[in-house]
């Protein structure tokens, strides 16, 4: 997916850059069409990848484990493992208004069937909801009434894999809603089948539509909207920030009161799609059925948003399918190594009753979670399964090297004053006194270690003349520096609360007996299953004083 | 204490090992009503008892044999001290036939309890959290009344309130800036940074005026310890058995009596003074006598308060006596006592004796054969608690795992002070007052690991 952003991205910016390096994200919008058929050639390229395309009708179990599946075509697939992304078109209804079809998405057909017989195995099963904006026309846009937001100079790629971004990035346009969009918009509440009620799955907090906002914000006076155009070539313009299933009457006069889109031509109307999903608690870590052997779940069937949280979740349970098709132990990202372990473990502990969208305000182990390090995190899991090339793992290590040795460097040389004070009075920093190492001044949040570069003596130096060649590795460096004090006390977390984590349950561990703990919590903990004291510890409505029980049981 | 939790039923005597009118057999768990019911014979079954109900019966033992009278109050969870179902049995108080009474209920197959189970059965069926539970100890041991007082408060939940309140408008600051993280690329500010310094300033003085009520309680909980020192021969050790109103340590003229260092407590309005009466401090030979003023110095380092006692009558003492303030520990923790004020005559008392060393040491007059001056001493002794600036309003941290973790949460929370204040992006600071949270999580035992639950069960006493 990274490789396919970076070949196919017409737009890229890392978001939250006022924030420390652990809040960078690097967002990317690809060329639509692009994407697709980007994707599709790789897939059909691969090698030992066989694609069919049809529907399933039925899934075969026997004692417990899928043998095969069968689809509408008539064709019997017999398997050791399934994974299930059904995204939204599992019994999909589409709303527009009082408007309603079947559908998991624009011309595309909703599927039937396979719900009912997941639901007959006894899965217990739900209702979500999520939504998409108005698609405009390009031509019809007044670009002069909106904020041109470029893409990033020197964009960073998604994947280690791909050297530099060649494509040519295009402008996205920021522009707001109105008071008057805002009650012409009410208008069509009695019309919304969010409000009247006909809408039965719960949608997202993070990315609500237009009318959730108004209904949830009352007090603001404008929401942001950004204008991004599909393609280098595409005449349709994405409305972000308007996702909405109001009557497209509604939709049409509103849209028209947003500064730039006053003579818009809407090309299509948003509407909200209403699916079934399979609420989370009812998997393994591995995204696996704690149910049926073989049986794997991905993606907004499981109850979070598309993008990026879907295809994490694509990624683990393809692995685990084929560990454990080869008789390996499945392969489980812990919280504090990637934000997929959070978001695995969040829909497992703490379920869902909206689509869950990945934060970083859900990950307490932010700090050491960054992008920039992704690679030293978790490249090397990755070659272990033989996803990442040699080349790849090659380049890391030497990567790594570099910036160890920087570090080294940092860390026991030091500079005279009549050296350095120059370059901290230019930086607008306090000059020293006597000999500093380059690491505590670096420390100094003033200071970059660019600053220090220009002092010859350090800039010439080996160690830190081979991060010249080296962006990705100089910016570790300076944060990993920088922040040295801070990741550390993060780390210490980690080990003190590691404790609770290696306190396991045992499999068969009849949580009912244990009367002391509230019946809220015995029902939880029976459903979720929890493998450890610290994983029972973060399913939601398991107290404290629960835990305090349950650790005294564990303990015998 | 590793065992596993059942509701098994146990049992201890509740009150002390020795004679007594009374004693109290506690039973508690599943089993316990019926257990008792079995060996008792009264005009009623125990087991159609209603909740908080007294029975006067005879305990008999398996044979059917007559052990005792008693009376048993049935207890009904969750309404009992352990909520469980309970049974509080008063038998006669006697060391054999109280005895005779536990052993019997054992033999019915309720199991003996071990040190704490009662309290932490509380605590695990959720009637009180860990800073109740150690209440209960600290209320068991309270020698005082300010003591029990502070120990009552903390069991009615008052102290984790005020931790709750503390964490939870810590989680709220949290929240909020972990929330922005989200919304950053919006420009949503949702607390701008002077609020937050605010709270994190306010918060802060809340937890430090706890971690200094920890001195107070703790004077409270074990009292002020007192080293009586001075030259040999000026009356120290008169001086210690005026305070106690006793004859405990040898009184005579002959300089350097006193080779040992005695201990002895006293209770002044509600507080206990530990005193220690020392040898007289002088160059000498003397083996014994060398190492008497060795334990002197020692127990001097120790205490909390330092009585010196000047022989008021010779004049050339008093330069040793200057000499001997500058081994205070704590400058503003010194009484200077001028003994055998009745040999002096009033006048030269006023001019000569009174302001001649610095005006901060409080002074008094005393005469410990006489008893003059000996209630001021009492009442000097008692303003060194009040030196402390703080009163016994309740809120006091008395144990010390209470006090590190306030001073944990508040080395964390000044660290996020400095990061905001230094314009450092938030979740820096989420991660300082996170750890405060999980500090300040530990006093009520929500973050609790096992071995802090066994070593807090485990100071008490079996039967409660």
Redesign the interface.
């Known amino acids: 997916m990274g490789k396919i952003a970076d070949a196919t991205g017409i737009h890229f910016r890392m978001?939250?850059k006022?924030?420390?390096p652990?809040?960078w994200s690097p967002r990317c919008q690809s060329d639509r069409e692009w994407y697709s058929r980007d994707a599709a050639r790789r897939i059909l390229g691969q090698e030992n990848l066989t694609t069919i395309r049809d529907t399933i009708v039925d899934i075969c179990i026997e004692n417990r484990r899928l043998t095969a599946i069968v689809t509408g075509g008539g064709l019997r697939i017999d398997c050791r493992a399934v994974v299930i992304c059904t995204g939204t078109f599992l019994n999909a209804i589409m709303h527009t208004g009082r408007y309603t079809s079947t559908g998991g998405r624009y011309e595309e057909p909703a599927s039937s069937g396979l719900s009912y017989k997941l639901a007959s195995l006894g899965l217990k099963m739900g209702r979500l909801k999520t939504g998409t904006p108005p698609r405009v026309d390009r031509h019809s846009i007044d670009y002069d009434e909106t904020e041109h937001q470029e893409g990033d100079k020197d964009p960073i790629p998604f994947s280690f894999q791909t050297k530099e971004i060649r494509n040519p990035q295009i402008s996205m346009f920021l522009t707001h809603t109105n008071s008057k969009t805002h009650s012409i918009l009410q208008q069509g509440f009695d019309d919304s089948p969010m409000f009247t009620g006909r809408i039965k799955g719960v949608g997202p907090r993070?990315c609500p539509s237009i009318e959730d906002k108004l209904y949830r914000f009352p007090g603001r006076e404008r929401h942001?909207i950004f204008l991004e155009p599909e393609g280098y070539e595409s005449d349709i313009v994405y409305v972000n920030g308007f996702s909405t299933s109001l009557p497209q009457e509604i939709q049409q006069r509103a849209i028209r009161t947003i500064p730039g889109l006053q003579r818009v031509k809407m090309l299509r109307p948003g509407y909200a799609v209403e699916y079934d999903y399979f609420p989370p608690h009812q998997l393994e870590h591995s995204l696996k059925s704690k149910f049926v052997e073989g049986l794997y779940f991905a993606g907004q069937v499981n109850g979070t948003s598309g993008y990026e949280e879907a295809a994490a979740q694509g990624l683990m349970a393809g692995i685990n399918a084929a560990l454990a098709v080869r008789g390996q132990s499945p392969f489980i990202l812990k919280r504090n190594e990637a934000y997929i372990g959070v978001l695995i473990d969040d829909l497992i502990n703490k379920g869902t009753d909206e689509p869950y969208r990945i934060?970083?305000?859900r990950a307490?182990y932010?700090?050491l979670l960054r992008q920039d390090n992704a690679d030293s995190r978790l490249m090397k899991m990755g070659y272990e399964f033989g996803l990442v090339p040699n080349d790849s793992i090659k380049r890391l290590r030497q990567k790594e090297g570099r910036i160890q040795r920087a570090k080294e460097f940092l860390a026991v040389h030091s500079v005279r004053p009549s050296v350095v004070n120059p370059v901290l009075e230019r930086a607008g920093s306090q000059s020293i006194t006597e000999n500093e190492t380059l690491g505590k001044l670096l420390k100094r949040?003033e200071i970059s270690i660019s600053d220090l570069m220009s002092v010859e003596s350090i800039g010439q130096s080996d160690a830190m003349l081979a991060l010249l060649s080296d962006r990705e590795a100089m910016d570790r460096v300076e944060i990993e520096v920088k922040?040295e004090g801070?990741l550390k006390?993060?780390e210490e977390?980690i080990e003190h609360l590691k404790?609770?984590e290696s306190i396991a349950i045992p499999h068969d561990f009849v949580f009912d007996s244990v009367?002391?703990i509230?019946k809220e919590g015995r029902e939880r903990l029976a459903n979720v299953r929890p493998r450890s004291l610290g994983q029972a510890s973060r399913i939601s409505g398991v107290?404290?004083?629960d835990i305090?029980?349950l650790?005294?049981?564990l303990?015998? | 204490m590793a065992r596993v939790y059942h509701d098994d039923t146990i049992v201890a005597r509740a009150t002390p090992l020795g004679e007594g009118a009374l004693a109290v057999i506690r039973v508690s768990g599943s089993n316990a009503i019926a257990a008792v019911d079995v060996l008792f014979r009264g005009k009623s079954s125990l087991s159609e008892a209603a909740g908080y109900t007294a029975h006067y019966g005879r305990l008999i033992n398996l044979k059917g044999d007559h052990i005792d009278e008693i009376i048993a109050t049935v207890f009904r969870k969750p309404l009992s001290y352990t909520g469980e179902d309970s049974v509080e049995i008063s038998c006669h108080g006697g060391i054999y036939i109280s005895q005779l009474v536990l052993d019997t209920i054992v033999s019915s197959g309720v199991r003996q309890a071990e040190p704490g189970e009662f309290t932490k059965r509380a605590f695990l069926n959720g009637r009180i959290d860990l800073s109740q539970a150690e209440a209960v100890a600290g209320l068991i041991s309270a020698r005082s009344e300010a003591s029990r007082r502070i120990s009552l408060n903390q069991l009615e939940g008052k102290f984790s309130q005020k931790i709750a309140e503390i964490r939870g408008r810590l989680l709220d600051v949290c929240s909020l800036i972990e929330l922005e993280l989200d919304f950053s690329e919006e420009g949503i500010a949702l607390l701008p940074r002077e609020e937050v310094l605010g709270l994190i300033n306010l918060l802060q003085n809340e937890i430090e005026q706890m971690i200094d009520s920890y001195r107070v309680g703790k004077i409270y909980r074990d009292g002020l310890s007192v080293a009586i020192v001075g030259k040999p021969n000026a009356g120290k050790s008169s001086i210690f058995n005026a305070l106690l109103a006793e004859n405990r340590a040898i009184v005579t003229d002959i300089p350097g009596t006193t080779r040992d260092s005695l201990e002895e407590n006293v209770l002044i309005d509600g507080i206990w003074f530990r005193l220690h009466d020392t040898a007289g401090l002088r160059e000498t030979n003397d083996p014994a006598e060398i190492e008497g003023v060795a334990r002197a110095r020692s127990a001097l380092k120790m205490a909390d308060v330092m009585l010196l006692v000047v022989d008021s009558f010779l004049e050339r003492e008093r330069e040793g006596t200057l000499a001997l303030l500058e081994e205070a520990q704590r400058p503003d923790r010194v009484i200077v006592a001028y003994n055998k004020i009745d040999l002096c005559e009033p006048k030269r008392i006023e001019t000569g004796l009174l302001k001649m060393i610095a005006s901060h040491v409080d002074e008094v007059l005393v005469s410990a054969k006489t008893g003059f001056g000996v209630s001021t001493l009492r009442q000097k002794l008692l303003s060194m608690v009040a030196n402390d600036g703080l009163e016994a309003s309740g809120l006091q941290v008395m144990n010390v795992r209470h006090r590190d973790a306030l001073c944990r949460a508040l080395t964390a929370l000044k660290s996020a002070f400095n990061t905001v204040e230094n314009g450092v992006s938030g979740e820096f600071a989420a991660l300082d007052i996170r750890m405060a949270i999980d500090s300040l999580a530990e006093i009520v035992g929500e973050i609790s690991s096992d071995e802090l639950l066994n070593n807090i069960f485990g100071k008490f006493c079996i039967g409660k």
């Open positions: 978001l939250n006022s924030k420390g652990a809040i993070y942001q934060f970083t305000s307490e932010r700090l949040p922040y801070y006390r993060q977390q404790r609770n009367k002391s509230s107290t404290s004083a305090s029980v650790m005294i049981h303990r015998s």
